[in-house]
């Protein structure tokens, strides 16, 4: 079965899309943050919120209706959705400022936050892959094909 699933997504027009959706989320919401960050002066948290704030909602949008074209009007996904982005969001961001202000603790706290948001944003992408197969779009089988 899972070779199956892989060839489905492999042979699917929408693996392109949900890259290009991908790529453009992370231009934009990385933009965003660290311009907050370094040209406005907003701090760690704030910068790295809005990222994800309005990231995900292009995400979501230009997913939902350009990658896969849903015309659903499921609830429970956005609820779902937006747990989801809230936990790995939490998670991520405080794990990297926890880690590298005790690594990098010598260095200026302005560094340690600009490096701690890459490394949160690395480890956001991991936490919000599995979420998001796992918790908000469970695929079955039987659902996979149609």
Known sequence: MEKQKL?????????????????????????IMFVAYNLFGMGYWISTFLNYFIGSIISYILNKYYTSKSKNRNFTEVIKFIINIIVCYLIAYTVAKNILEFILNSLSSKFIDNISMIFGMIIFVILNYFGQKYFVFKVTDKNIYS
């Open 7 to 31: 060839k489905y997504m492999s042979n699917s027009k929408t693996f392109n899309k949900f890259v290009i959706v991908g790529i453009i989320n992370t231009v934009i919401g990385t933009s």
